[in-house]
């Protein structure tokens, strides 16, 4: 899975955004806020990878179980499927 390019990351005010650009602007009307760990998965989902290759970042990054990483990465990438921002391929 992938990031679509529709979104741009941008720093606004110390907190981390993203906004839709192009086709995502006329589907997603709004911005997104992401924290540290939602930072961290979406730079990860700017190249190709798998559930388990963010999970295990998760797991590098913070002191969680990775039962809690596992649970934490799917409610994300179901966030990002239902706003259409995550491509699967």
Not at 59 to 73: F, P, Q, R
Request: glycine residues 6%; negative net charge.
């Amino acid at each position: 899975m992938k990031a679509t390019k529709d979104m741009i990351l941008r720093e606004v005010a110390g907190e981390h955004i993203l906004v839709p650009t192009g086709e995502a602007a006329i589907q997603f009307q709004g911005v997104i806020t992401l924290n540290d760990s939602g930072l961290l998965l979406w730079n990860r989902l700017q190249e190709d990878c798998t559930e388990a290759q963010l999970v295990d970042a998760v797991l590098e990054e913070y002191e969680i179980d990775a039962e809690t990483a596992a649970a934490d990465v799917r409610k994300f990438l179901e966030q990002m499927k239902q706003a259409g921002i995550l491509l699967e391929q």
